[in-house]
């Protein structure tokens, strides 16, 4: 009767072994997670979607907020698609639950010094700049609030989404300052002036059928169980610009651009310098080939 016995007991401690080093790598696993937070993901779309490329902001921690490293994530992978030909359009999106964006990490701030500050301010205004000017279109998929630097990183983009049920606003002078990453000169330049002063006096937060109405975004998509109705919307318009003459889309963006900062005059000489880059394209002639043939264009970027 010994052996049975010790055969079990055996078996006891083997279990127990296992069970006990799979616990050990469940909390390893867990405590790494909780470590290192994964605070941005970029993907490049395939398929039907190719050409797209979507950054995920994912701290969850902090529900987005801008702190120095993220920040820096932020300006690295915008200027890795900067140079990507490959990438046709960009959507930003959220995965945190019911927030875009918080604005700026006033936890890390509150910390700096204030000599500090504006250096760090400076360059998130400089980040803005940089997707402002990105050569392919952006689209900003609101599901969730986007406030201070949130809102300023959503007007960087050339067309905004809202689900309904989200909130956006300027809120600085809550805190006695006011938006330093391009918010009022963007607002000012997407709604009316006197709109985006009341929205920056009173710090006022809008929804998203409100923000349609003022026309500070493009598109409201009600929200759906999923709290992406944005994101899905942003995707389908997305997946229709990318069909475009790559090299089109980019000279349009930058006729358009330039173009609003100065009169008509001038505006339309910069519209003809950027036809006149369209016309030895072989982009070009594929379109009027594929026009004539009655089939799809196959955009190449050439």
């Known amino acids: 009767m010994a052996a049975p016995m010790i055969f079990k007991t055996n078996l006891q401690v083997l279990f127990r072994s296992i069970i006990s080093v799979r ?28 050409g ?18 993220f920040a820096k ?14 990438v046709r359009a960009l959507v930003i999106r959220s995965e945190v639950p019911g927030v ?6 006033l936890k890390e701030r509150i910390e700096m010094k204030p000599e500090e500050v504006a250096p760090f301010v400076g360059k998130i205004r400089a980040f803005t700049s940089d997707l402002a000017n990105l050569p392919v279109p952006t689209i900003a998929a609101l599901d969730g609030l986007a406030v201070g630097g949130g809102l300023e990183l959503a007007l960087s983009c050339d067309i905004r989404i809202a689900a309904n049920t ?23 330049r997407i709604i009316s002036p006197s709109m985006a ?13 409100q923000a349609c109405e003022i026309g500070l975004v493009n598109h409201v998509a009600e929200q759906n169980i999923y709290k992406d109705a944005a994101y899905q919307r942003a995707l389908k318009l997305a997946m229709e610009i990318v069909t475009q003459g790559p090299i089109a889309l980019r000279l349009a963006k930058q006729a358009i651009n330039r173009g609003l900062e100065v ?3 001038s505006g339309m000489a910069i519209e003809e310098a950027f036809y ?18 009655k089939r799809p264009p196959k955009f190449e970027g050439h």
């Open 197 to 209: 002063k009341e929205m920056i006096f009173t710090g006022r937060l809008i929804d998203g059928e």
């Open 23 to 50: 616990s050990i790598g469940l909390c390893r696993h867990l405590s790494s997670q909780t470590q290192k937070e994964e605070e941005l993901k970029v993907e490049h779309l395939e398929g039907e979607s190719s």
């Open 73 to 86: 994530k932020l300006a690295e992978a915008l200027e890795a698609v900067k140079f990507d030909r490959n």
């Open 166 to 188: 989200a909130k956006m606003g300027l809120v600085e002078t809550k805190l006695a300052i006011i938006p330093g990453g391009g918010g009022t000169q963007r607002l000012a």
């Open 100 to 105: 875009f964006c918080a604005g700026a990490d």
């Open 276 to 293: 006149a880059q369209t016309v030895p394209t072989k982009d070009r002639v594929e379109g009027l080939k594929a026009f004539k043939e």
């Open 52 to 69: 797209i490329t979507v950054f995920s902001m994912c701290r969850h921690s902090r529900k987005n907020a801008i702190g120095r490293n």
């Open 263 to 265: 009169d008509i005059d």
